[in-house]
């Protein structure tokens, strides 16, 4: 019994990364109805600069702000240079369109920084407590808390905030948030620049458990994809859970089902989003949508 | 539909425009069919792996050009093909050209079954179910390592040519594929130039539109959605007995972005848009991985990007706009010429415009 509390204990921890990544998801999802898959090579994007900071000789985490900042930047421009034109278009052409961002910032990746596998170290001391017969270790513990943090900020902002309220409002009614003179450009810049931000701080708590490479977050995107589609791809409440479910399920079937092997132990993910999409699309929390026709 | 076709479009000029495609048809035919005699064997290999990708891409562009919905599990469709052709070879002992046959009929059926959900979701939704097939390939082969060879994949026998060929074995495959690629693309062309070809825009441009004009949307979307995976399965068959060698690594997600960006670059919805697209597959990989590792995602991201900004028509969708365009100046440069008293309202213009716009997609 208490080596299944355990594997639960892991798998929340692993579903806060994967709900970090899956609010950005949703973020964007929510501001500019899009998809943005992305997502996940710019998240490696920002813990290759973090990497870079720390090679250079910046401490540990004046090298994770920076980062983040950077990657807020480059999802501003990323938003600004490229998404805006294709925004009102077609579904095709923006899935296209970030199939070739993926690609981009891929390549960008292996040819400033090789596709060799890089280590980036942890913010978190190697320490770790026991509650009972529970053991909680730094890192996971840290992540989780990263998580709560930016579960309120994310809140504060969008609901008690006048910038909240704007980004709200240019994402529910575009035109009327215009007419009431909110910027509605800068408030989709934004946008994507909060969730570049999110999409980072994913890529930071990623990189130092697995190794840093062009492909690393080729998996944890998935994951956060079934996190955000399980809570219905419109809902930050949704995105959290959704991690929680798929890190909780994920760590279960490592324990349990062991014949599964590492090969297909994705699959579990994938099910998740099928069986998610084919009997209940809008999800656990999203709002069915209605199209006037 | 036929409200729309003016009388204009279809007399004379017309009759010609058939001739001459036909003219056309015949010569690329006979074109096809010397090329063995003239060019290396290297070059006979490589076009007919082009062959074997435009087929693929045909599919592709069924599905994602004719009627706009976005899939990025060509790549596994192109994987069962070739795994069901390579074991029904090893396993049954069938003949290949039997084996292209069964990964046909195998692909079809598992694109209709995936083609089910299909029908229900829209863009973003389909584009994600698809991804999963997409990235399951690799996991799946790697598995049944006993059937596939796992990651280090399978030697294939290639196709033996009989006794009397002599001209050699890559020639030998290029007739074979030569000879299902050219039954494809006419049998294709056929589908989308009649009044299929109208209802699938219809769908594409709007389904309440088109299912209140009598077309059964979903049954439509579920067989385009098993036929496009069909033509997949069948390029991915040929693509391995012209190689000679079967592995994951050649069907990864990379597989589905670069058959999404090749098509559109030859241009959606367009026929030829398809064969652009193998010339695209063959030779662009070759050339940008000489140029680095990370120079080939670099070349499809931005070919994507441009692509869809800048030129959304895609090469041949561009060319027969200007074509089009350039018919319908003469027509109206004649219509004021020659009859003064014919009125050449702007809501006529707009018709002829709009009709020659849908010949120019359907083609």
């Given at each position: 019994?208490?080596y299944f509390?355990q594997?639960?204990?892991?798998?929340?921890?692993?579903?806060?990364?994967?709900?970090?990544l899956?609010?950005?998801?949703?973020?964007?999802y929510?501001?500019?109805?899009i998809a943005?898959?992305?997502q996940?090579e710019?998240?490696?994007?920002?813990?290759?600069?973090?990497w870079?900071?720390?090679?250079?000789?910046?401490p540990?985490?004046?090298?994770?702000?920076?980062a983040?900042a950077?990657s807020?930047v480059v999802?501003v421009l990323a938003?600004l240079l490229l998404v805006?034109?294709?925004?009102?278009r077609?579904?095709?052409t923006?899935v296209i369109v970030?199939?070739?961002l993926?690609?981009?910032f891929?390549?960008f990746?292996?040819?400033?920084?090789g596709?060799?596998?890089l280590s980036?170290?942890s913010?978190?001391?190697?320490?770790s407590f026991?509650i009972?017969?529970?053991?909680?270790n730094?890192e996971?513990?840290?992540t989780?808390?990263?998580?709560?943090?930016?579960?309120i900020g994310?809140?504060?902002?969008?609901?008690?905030?006048?910038?909240g309220?704007?980004l709200?409002?240019?994402?529910s009614?575009?035109?009327?948030?215009m007419?009431?003179g909110?910027?509605?450009?800068a408030?989709?810049a934004i946008g994507w620049?909060?969730?570049?931000g999110?999409?980072?701080v994913?890529?930071?708590?990623?990189?130092?458990?697995?190794?840093l490479d062009?492909?690393?977050?080729?998996?944890?995107i998935?994951?956060?994809?079934?996190a955000?589609?399980v809570?219905?791809?419109t809902?930050y409440r949704?995105?959290?859970?959704?991690g929680?479910?798929?890190g909780?399920s994920?760590?279960?079937?490592m324990?349990?089902l062991p014949?599964?092997?590492?090969d297909l132990q994705?699959?579990?993910?994938?099910?998740?989003?099928v069986a998610?999409?084919i009997?209940?699309?809008?999800?656990l929390?999203?709002?069915?949508?209605?199209?006037r026709? | 539909m036929?409200?729309?076709?003016i009388?204009?479009m279809?007399?004379?000029?017309r009759g010609e425009?058939?001739?001459t495609k036909?003219?056309?048809?015949?010569v690329?035919?006979?074109?096809?069919?010397?090329?063995p005699?003239?060019?290396?064997?290297?070059?006979?290999?490589?076009?007919?792996?082009?062959?074997t990708?435009a087929?693929?891409a045909?599919?592709l562009?069924?599905?994602?050009g004719?009627v706009?919905?976005v899939?990025?599990g060509?790549?596994a469709?192109f994987?069962?093909g070739?795994?069901?052709?390579v074991?029904s070879?090893?396993?049954?002992g069938?003949?290949?050209?039997?084996a292209?046959?069964i990964?046909?009929?195998v692909t079809?059926i598992f694109?209709?079954?995936?083609g089910?959900?299909a029908?229900?979701?829209?863009g973003?939704?389909?584009a994600l179910?698809?991804?999963?097939?997409?990235?399951?390939?690799v996991?799946?082969?790697k598995?049944f390592?006993?059937?596939t060879g796992g990651?280090?994949g399978?030697?294939?026998d290639?196709p033996v040519?009989?006794?009397w060929?002599?001209?050699g074995?890559?020639?030998?495959?290029?007739?074979?594929?030569?000879?299902?690629?050219?039954?494809?693309?006419?049998l294709?062309?056929?589908?989308v130039?009649g009044?299929n070809?109208r209802?699938?825009a219809g769908?594409r441009e709007?389904e309440?539109?088109?299912s209140s004009?009598?077309?059964?949307v979903?049954r439509l979307?579920?067989?385009v959605?098993?036929?496009?995976?069909?033509?997949?399965?069948?390029g991915g068959a040929?693509a391995?007995?012209?190689?000679?060698?079967?592995?994951?690594?050649s069907f990864?997600l990379?597989?589905?972005?670069?058959?999404l960006?090749?098509?559109v670059v030859?241009?959606?919805?367009?026929?030829?848009?398809a064969l652009?697209?193998g010339?695209?597959?063959?030779f662009?990989p070759s050339?940008?991985s000489?140029?680095?590792?990370?120079?080939s995602?670099?070349?499809y991201g931005?070919i994507l990007?441009?692509?869809m900004t800048?030129?959304p028509?895609?090469?041949v969708?561009?060319?027969?706009k200007?074509a089009?365009n350039?018919?319908?100046?003469?027509?109206?440069a004649?219509r004021?010429?020659?009859?003064g008293?014919?009125k050449?309202?702007?809501?006529?213009?707009?018709?002829?415009k709009?009709?020659?716009?849908?010949?120019a997609?359907?083609?």
């Amino acid at each position: 019994m208490q080596y299944f509390f355990q594997q639960i204990v892991n798998g929340i921890g692993d579903g806060a990364i994967y709900a970090s990544l899956g609010l950005a998801l949703v973020l964007i999802y929510r501001t500019t109805n899009i998809a943005n898959f992305a997502q996940g090579e710019m998240a490696t994007f920002s813990a290759y600069i973090a990497w870079q900071m720390v090679d250079w000789g910046v401490p540990l985490w004046w090298s994770f702000l920076i980062a983040i900042a950077v990657s807020m930047v480059v999802g501003v421009l990323a938003y600004l240079l490229l998404v805006r034109s294709v925004q009102h278009r077609d579904e095709l052409t923006i899935v296209i369109v970030t199939l070739g961002l993926f690609l981009a910032f891929n390549s960008f990746d292996g040819a400033m920084w090789g596709f060799l596998q890089l280590s980036l170290p942890s913010p978190f001391p190697e320490k770790s407590f026991a509650i009972g017969a529970l053991r909680f270790n730094a890192e996971l513990l840290g992540t989780i808390m990263i998580l709560i943090a930016i579960s309120i900020g994310m809140f504060l902002l969008l609901q008690h905030t006048r910038l909240g309220t704007a980004l709200r409002a240019s994402a529910s009614n575009a035109t009327s948030a215009m007419l009431v003179g909110i910027p509605f450009t800068a408030m989709m810049a934004i946008g994507w620049g909060l969730a570049a931000g999110l999409g980072a701080v994913s890529g930071l708590l990623v990189g130092p458990k697995l190794t840093l490479d062009p492909n690393m977050m080729g998996a944890i995107i998935i994951y956060a994809f079934a996190a955000a589609v399980v809570g219905g791809l419109t809902s930050y409440r949704g995105a959290v859970v959704g991690g929680a479910i798929v890190g909780i399920s994920q760590a279960l079937s490592m324990a349990y089902l062991p014949w599964l092997g590492s090969d297909l132990q994705i699959l579990l993910p994938l099910m998740l989003i099928v069986a998610v999409l084919i009997i209940k699309p809008e999800g656990l929390f999203g709002s069915t949508v209605v199209i006037r026709v | 539909m036929s409200s729309i076709e003016i009388p204009a479009m279809q007399s004379a000029p017309r009759g010609e425009v058939v001739a001459t495609k036909i003219g056309v048809g015949f010569v690329l035919v006979l074109i096809l069919l010397g090329m063995p005699l003239v060019i290396p064997e290297y070059q006979t290999f490589q076009l007919t792996g082009v062959m074997t990708y435009a087929v693929a891409a045909l599919g592709l562009n069924l599905i994602t050009g004719y009627v706009g919905q976005v899939s990025l599990g060509h790549n596994a469709f192109f994987a069962l093909g070739s795994y069901a052709a390579v074991l029904s070879v090893v396993y049954l002992g069938v003949n290949d050209v039997v084996a292209v046959l069964i990964a046909a009929v195998v692909t079809f059926i598992f694109g209709v079954l995936a083609g089910y959900p299909a029908k229900r979701l829209r863009g973003l939704y389909l584009a994600l179910i698809t991804l999963v097939l997409a990235v399951s390939v690799v996991p799946l082969v790697k598995q049944f390592k006993a059937y596939t060879g796992g990651a280090a994949g399978l030697m294939v026998d290639k196709p033996v040519p009989p006794a009397w060929f002599t001209l050699g074995q890559d020639a030998w495959i290029y007739y074979m594929v030569l000879a299902f690629t050219l039954v494809i693309f006419w049998l294709v062309r056929n589908f989308v130039g009649g009044s299929n070809g109208r209802a699938l825009a219809g769908i594409r441009e709007s389904e309440l539109a088109a299912s209140s004009m009598g077309v059964d949307v979903n049954r439509l979307k579920v067989i385009v959605f098993g036929v496009g995976s069909m033509l997949a399965g069948v390029g991915g068959a040929l693509a391995t007995f012209t190689i000679g060698f079967i592995g994951p690594d050649s069907f990864t997600l990379m597989l589905s972005i670069s058959f999404l960006a090749a098509i559109v670059v030859g241009g959606l919805g367009t026929i030829w848009g398809a064969l652009v697209a193998g010339l695209f597959l063959q030779f662009v990989p070759s050339y940008a991985s000489d140029l680095g590792q990370a120079f080939s995602g670099a070349v499809y991201g931005g070919i994507l990007i441009a692509c869809m900004t800048l030129m959304p028509n895609g090469i041949v969708g561009s060319l027969l706009k200007i074509a089009s365009n350039r018919r319908e100046a003469r027509k109206a440069a004649d219509r004021t010429a020659g009859k003064g008293a014919e009125k050449t309202t702007v809501a006529e213009k707009t018709t002829v415009k709009a009709a020659a716009d849908r010949t120019a997609r359907a083609t």
